[in-house]
């Protein structure tokens, strides 16, 4: 019975820790022992030490003798690399997407985002953005880039997208902060990309996820 649970608790121990990155409960270089873990979780040190050899693997942490753990670091590498990954798989997935998403899935995305700049612009005059809407405007940002790659629906690519998505919202997370102006921005970019596949133009997207992707890594940096 052990082991047939086994791996359904590992599983539930990687997406404990990637919820508390998400909610920065865990936070980037942070050193935090198996025992702390587990008492984050509330799940057993067997399924923390179950999940030790693929956090490291994935590159999300690394481990250091007597128990230790080191969340990833958050430098100009990381970025630079993760910046690097995104654009590649993006330019291609977003290609592909142009031509097969259906235009139900396209429309509701549209609203989506254009919701969310309603609701931005409403909150403006203030210069600050409430956390609900810092919630709902995040997951509407991500299910974009998501649906792009799910549609190519090869798990390979799936799976490495994710980790690498990890990586990048603990790099937005650590470097940037959310205005109602910054996520109007985002959510502009998001509005040309759409309209390019909207018109069923692969190289137009292109150039609109090249955009925004560029203008993501530079909104990290700061510039």
């Given at each position: 019975?052990?082991?047939?649970?086994?791996?359904?608790?590992s599983q539930k121990a990687?997406?404990?820790?990637?919820?508390?990155?998400?909610?920065?409960?865990?936070?980037?270089?942070q050193l935090i022992s198996?025992?702390?873990?587990?008492?984050?979780?509330?799940?057993?040190?067997?399924?923390?030490?179950?999940?030790?050899?693929?956090?490291?693997?994935?590159?999300?942490?690394?481990?250091?003798?007597?128990?230790?753990?080191?969340?990833?670091?958050?430098?100009?590498?990381?970025?630079?690399?993760?910046?690097?990954?995104?654009?590649?798989?993006?330019?291609?997935?977003?290609?592909?997407?142009?031509?097969?998403?259906?235009?139900?899935?396209?429309?509701?995305?549209?609203?989506?985002?254009?919701?969310?700049?309603?609701?931005?612009?409403?909150?403006?005059?203030?210069?600050?953005?409430?956390?609900?809407?810092?919630?709902?405007?995040?997951?509407?940002?991500?299910?974009?880039?998501?649906?792009?790659?799910?549609?190519?629906?090869?798990?390979?690519?799936?799976?490495?997208?994710?980790?690498?998505?990890?990586?990048?919202?603990l790099i937005k997370l650590?470097?940037?902060?959310?205005?109602?102006?910054?996520?109007?921005?985002?959510?502009?970019?998001?509005?040309?990309?759409?309209?390019?596949?909207?018109?069923?133009?692969?190289?137009?997207?292109?150039?609109?996820?090249?955009?925004?992707?560029?203008?993501?890594?530079?909104?990290?940096?700061?510039?």
């Amino acid at each position: 019975m052990r082991e047939k649970n086994a791996p359904k608790l590992s599983q539930k121990a990687y997406e404990s820790f990637t919820y508390h990155l998400s909610v920065r409960a865990l936070r980037a270089g942070q050193l935090i022992s198996q025992r702390e873990l587990v008492s984050l979780t509330g799940l057993p040190l067997g399924a923390i030490r179950e999940l030790i050899p693929r956090l490291e693997a994935e590159g999300l942490i690394h481990t250091i003798p007597q128990r230790w753990i080191c969340i990833v670091e958050v430098d100009s590498k990381l970025v630079k690399h993760a910046f690097e990954f995104r654009l590649f798989m993006e330019i291609q997935a977003v290609k592909y997407f142009t031509k097969h998403a259906s235009d139900n899935l396209v429309g509701k995305l549209l609203n989506e985002t254009k919701g969310i700049i309603t609701l931005c612009e409403l909150e403006g005059s203030s210069n600050i953005i409430s956390s609900s809407l810092i919630v709902d405007a995040q997951t509407v940002d991500w299910k974009l880039h998501e649906h792009i790659i799910k549609t190519l629906n090869n798990k390979i690519i799936i799976d490495a997208y994710r980790v690498n998505a990890i990586k990048i919202r603990l790099i937005k997370l650590e470097q940037t902060s959310l205005t109602p102006a910054n996520v109007i921005s985002t959510m502009n970019e998001h509005l040309d990309i759409i309209h390019a596949v909207q018109l069923r133009d692969p190289s137009a997207a292109e150039r609109e996820i090249v955009k925004h992707i560029e203008n993501a890594r530079l909104r990290v940096l700061g510039n």
